[in-house]
T-cell receptor
Framework: AQTVTQSQPEMSVQEAETVTLSCTYD???????LFWYKQPPSRQMILVIR??????QNATENRFSVNFQKAAKSFSLKISDSQLGDTAMYFC??????????FGPGTSLSVIP | NAGVTQTPKFQVLKTGQSMTLQCAQD?????MYWYRQDPGMGLRLIYY???????DKGEVPNGYNVSRLNKREFSLRLESAAPSQTSVYFC??????????????FGPGTRLTVL
């Protein structure tokens, strides 16, 4: 069975510092996609970043970047220059097709002023 | 362009009551999804619709039914609500191109409490 694990239920970081959220997954598929979604207190789910498994280059989106280690089945999210607005629940997700997206349990991130 | 909308935002039911959660998208997406979110468990797929006229079960379909009314609308029905269905429900949509995975766009969620 395909699973997504986020081993850090809660994390905190000082404003302007860097934080890394961990995610591991298990699959026998070779072609797949990995995602990080952000859910702020407003509850709205927002896609932060996406990585295609066939791409070796790590995805980046402004202050957000990933460290994708395919052999280790690891997909961590690094947030640089943390801002108060980054306070949210972060979900790692894995998908092999449009109907099979599996979400991890989430990591609650608090940015401290 | 409202994206994905859901109604209602909050609902309290008594055990055994029925209700329908409504979802609509204005992005001309082919695929639509219903998830439930429970603490410590992420989002779990209840049902999805790959295209108008089709629906399929997800990971946790028991106790639910869905209807893809047209391309825009995808409703979720609880025929006889149970306390175990207390959750936050999210509707999502995506372009649905099977050649590659599309980003899913989410609605604001419905918080449902079953007493």
């Amino acid at each position: 069975a395909q699973t997504v694990t986020q081993s850090q239920p809660e994390m905190s970081v000082q404003e302007a510092e860097t934080v890394t959220l961990s995610c591991t997954y298990d699959t026998s598929e070779n072609n797949y996609y990995l995602f990080w979604y952000k859910q702020p207190p407003s509850r709205q789910m927002i896609l932060v970043i996406r990585q295609e498994a066939y791409k070796q280059q790590n995805a980046t989106e402004n202050r957000f970047s990933v460290n994708f280690q395919k052999a280790a089945k690891s997909f961590s999210l690094k947030i640089s220059d943390s801002q108060l607005g980054d306070t949210a629940m972060y979900f790692c997700a894995f998908g092999t097709s449009y109907d099979k997206v599996i979400f991890g349990p989430g990591t609650s991130l608090s940015v401290i002023p | 362009n409202a994206g994905v909308t859901q109604t209602p935002k909050f609902q309290v039911l008594k055990t055994g009551q029925s209700m329908t959660l409504q979802c609509a998208q204005d992005m001309n997406h082919n695929s639509m999804y219903w998830y439930r979110q429970d603490p410590g468990m992420g989002l779990r797929l209840i049902y999805y619709s790959a295209s108008e006229g089709t629906t399929d079960k997800g990971e946790v379909p028991n106790g639910y039914n869905v209807s893809r009314l047209n391309k825009r609308e995808f409703s979720l029905r609880l025929e006889s609500a149970a306390p175990s269905q207390t959750s936050v429900y999210f509707c999502a949509s995506s372009e649905g191109d099977s050649d590659y995975y599309n980003e899913q766009f989410f609605g604001p969620g419905t918080r449902l409490t079953v007493l």
